[in-house]
Nanobody, 120 residues
Framework: QVQLVESGGGLVQPGGSLRLSCAAS????????MGWYRQAPGKQRELVAV???????NYADSVKGRFSISRDNAKNTVYLQMNSLKPEDTAVYYC??????????????WGQGTQVTVSS
């Protein structure tokens, strides 16, 4: 059983930056996909960014050019660098990990989430 723990959320002004981290309790080497998702109040959870074991990335159109996902297998950690934040980025952000290689990913593990609030 692998536990995923997100950190790095908080309150930031529009135009600001945050870096989220997702630390796994075990090796992430075997996960084909690791992703960041978010859920705003009253809305469904949505994909933000996904990274494969080979380093390929996929982003939601709404964050392309502003967010960047990366993974450090040695540290068992996945990051989400968020720049030029907008109020509509406000949500709880979740980390997820999938062992299987099918698309779309079927995630085996989820973190507990970290709140990101973008407001002046």
């Amino acid at each position: 059983q692998v536990q995923l723990v997100e950190s790095g959320g908080g309150l930031v002004q529009p135009g600001g930056s945050l870096r989220l981290s997702c630390a796994a309790s075990g090796s992430i080497f075997s996960f084909n996909y690791m992703g960041w998702y978010r859920q705003a109040p009253g809305k469904q959870r949505e994909l933000v960014a996904v990274i494969t074991s080979g380093g390929s990335t996929n982003y939601a159109d709404s964050v392309k050019g502003r967010f960047s996902i990366s993974r450090d297998n040695a540290k068992n950690t996945v990051y989400l660098q968020m720049n030029s934040l907008k109020p509509e980025d406000t949500a709880v952000y979740y980390c997820a990990a999938a062992l299987g290689g099918s698309w779309p990913p079927e995630y085996d593990y989820w973190g507990q989430g970290t709140q990101v609030t973008v407001s002046s």
